[in-house]
C-alpha cells in the first residue's frame, strides 16, 4: 500500500536560511504527491501537488518540492525562510480516489 | 466563499455520550471524509465517502458511523464517546483525484 514517511517530527531554521522538509514514499505506481501546512488552531492548507506532469513543483509561499522516483522522495524546499512559515507540515499520498495518507508531520521552527 | 464548514468547533463529552460532528460543503465536491489529527501521528482517515449514499470505512473506522444523504452534508456520529476518542477531527472535501480540502477542525475532549 502506498505510504509516506517524514524524516524529523522537529526542524529549526534560521530566518532567512535554506528550508529542507523530508518525505519519502513507498509505491509500486508513481503517486499522487501532496504537502499540505497546518497554521496552528487551523485546517490544512495545500501547499503544492505532484500529478505526474512535471518533477519539479511550484506551490504556495515560496515552497517547491522535486518528485525523485530514483530515491522515492518529495522533500519540500524554501530556499530563505520567514517567520511567518512556522507551522507543521504534512506530506501525504493519495491511495484510491481522494483517500489521503498522511506522514506524521514536520513542525518547523524558525529562529529571528 | 465558505468551503468545508464543521460543527461545534469545541465539545466536551463525558465517556458513554453519543454525539454528532457536523461537516458541510459548498462546492459540489463527490468525495468527503473524516480524519482525526492526534499528536505525532498525522492525520487518520476514519471514513469516507464518493457520493450520496455511499460511504467505507478508512484505517480507524472502529466507533464511529456516517452517512451521506446529500452531496452537501457527511455527518460523523459517536454512539458512546470513550477517552481514547478526544482528538482533533478535521472534515474534508475534493476531487477525484486531486487535493482535498479541509474544514478548520472540532476539538473534542471525552473525560
Known amino acids: 500500500a502506498q505510504s509516506v514517511t517524514q524524516l524529523g517530527s522537529h526542524v529549526s531554521v534560521s530566518e532567512g536560511a535554506l528550508v529542507l522538509l523530508r518525505c519519502n514514499y513507498s509505491?509500486?505506481?508513481?503517486?499522487?504527491l501532496f504537502w499540505y501546512v497546518q497554521y496552528p488552531n487551523q485546517g490544512l492548507q495545500l501547499l503544492l501537488k505532484?500529478?505526474?506532469?512535471?518533477?519539479l513543483v511550484k506551490g504556495i509561499n515560496g515552497f517547491e518540492a522535486e518528485f525523485k522516483k530514483s530515491e522515492t522522495s518529495f522533500h519540500l524546499t524554501k530556499p530563505s525562510a520567514h517567520m511567518s512559515d512556522a507551522a507543521e507540515y504534512f506530506c501525504?499520498?493519495?491511495?484510491?480516489?481522494?483517500?489521503?495518507?498522511f506522514g506524521t508531520g514536520t513542525s518547523l521552527t524558525v529562529i529571528p | 466563499n465558505a468551503g468545508v464548514t464543521q460543527t461545534p468547533k469545541f465539545q466536551v463529552l463525558k465517556t458513554g455520550q453519543s454525539m454528532t460532528l457536523q461537516c458541510a460543503q459548498d462546492?459540489?465536491?463527490?468525495?468527503m471524509s473524516w480524519y482525526r489529527q492526534d499528536p505525532g501521528m498525522g492525520l487518520r482517515l476514519i471514513h469516507y465517502?464518493?457520493?450520496?449514499?455511499?460511504?467505507d470505512q478508512g484505517e480507524v473506522p472502529n466507533g464511529y458511523n456516517v452517512s451521506r444523504s446529500t452531496t452537501e452534508d457527511f455527518p460523523l456520529r459517536l454512539l458512546s464517546a470513550a477517552p481514547s476518542q478526544t482528538s482533533v477531527y478535521f472534515c474534508?472535501?475534493?476531487?477525484?483525484?486531486?487535493?482535498?480540502?479541509f474544514g478548520q477542525g472540532t476539538r473534542l475532549t471525552v473525560v
Open positions: 474534508a472535501s475534493g476531487i477525484l483525484p486531486g487535493e482535498a480540502f
Open positions: 509505491s509500486s505506481v508513481p503517486p499522487y
Open positions: 505532484y500529478t505526474s506532469a512535471a518533477t
Open positions: 501525504a499520498v493519495i491511495r484510491q480516489g481522494n483517500q489521503f495518507y
Open positions: 462546492m459540489n465536491h463527490e468525495y
Open positions: 465517502s464518493v457520493g450520496a449514499g455511499i460511504t
